[in-house]
């Protein structure tokens, strides 16, 4: 148990900064805004994988982790597209 909440938490933010790298242009929010947005995506991608059938493959779980990260790089684009810079009205 205790394992499975590590690792989705290094997962998270693997896959939260990593759609932060993909993302163009510059995102207004911080690190750990960034790496909150990954778990959850990590979280509801696993989720998902799992509904479809493909969560549990042999060796690496590629569509798992591209769902995870589809679902990351919407979150980081949502959050950081309705936060303004400061300094901006």
């Known amino acids: 148990m ?4 590590i690792s989705a938490i290094v997962i ?5 900064l ?13 690190l750990g805004l960034t790496v909150i ?3 959850v995506a990590a979280l509801l991608g696993t989720l998902i994988a799992y509904w479809l059938g493909v969560a549990t493959t042999r060796g690496i779980d590629w569509w798992e982790h591209i769902i995870q990260l589809v679902l990351a790089i919407i979150g980081v684009g949502a959050v950081s597209s309705r936060r303004r810079p400061s300094g901006t009205p």
């Open 2 to 5: 205790i394992g499975s909440i």
């Open 12 to 16: 998270g933010a693997v896959i939260g």
């Open 18 to 30: 990593l759609a932060r790298l993909i993302l163009p242009g510059r995102q207004n929010i911080s």
């Open 37 to 39: 947005i990954g778990i």
